[in-house]
Structures are given as C-alpha cells and as structure tokens.
C-alpha cells in the first residue's frame, strides 16, 4: 500500500527556492526516497544535537572553578611588573 502526498513550495522564500532546486535535482523515480532520507536525517540531526548539548550541560555541571587566593593573584601580578614594557608591547607592532 502506499500514500500519496503533495507537495508545494513558497517560490517567495529562498529557503523553499533551495529545497525545490535540490528535490527536481532527483531523478523523478528517487525523489521520494531524497525526501525520506532528508526526514529521517533530519530527525537524526536533532537527536544527536539533544544529546550533546546534555553532554555539555553535565560536564558544566560538574565544573568546579578555582579562585586564586588574593596573594596569588598579587603575586602573578608582581611577575607582569617586572616584565619590561617593550616585550608586553612586542605583540602589538606586529
């Protein structure tokens, strides 16, 4: 059994432009599977997408960021004093 579904194109949106030029770009006996795979790697995309950005959120969650104690913060601060002007700026004139 099979169904048949039309389909229709908004010439006035380039979006729908390029999807009418890749679909008659098919051979009239493949169009239906281009859509197919184009559906269902679609729908793939989205779920790979859903789960890295899990990923993502539980690795932030689990993110644990260290604060300098003040002295080591002034100390570091010491070190870029005794840095002679020219070579801070040596980047610059490049």
């Not at 890749?22 to 239906?32: D, I, K």
């Amino acid at each position: 059994m099979r169904k048949r579904y039309y389909l229709s194109f908004d010439m006035d949106d380039p979006r729908h432009q390029e999807a009418e030029r890749l679909f008659t770009q098919q051979a009239s006996r493949h169009r239906t599977e281009f859509v197919v795979s184009s559906i269902l790697s679609a729908k793939q995309n989205g779920h790979i997408e859903q789960i890295v950005r899990q990923a993502v959120r539980e690795e932030i969650n689990q993110l644990s960021l260290r604060v300098p104690p003040p002295q080591e913060v002034q100390a570091v601060a010491q070190q870029l004093e005794d840095v002679p002007g020219s070579l801070i700026h040596a980047l610059e004139d490049l």
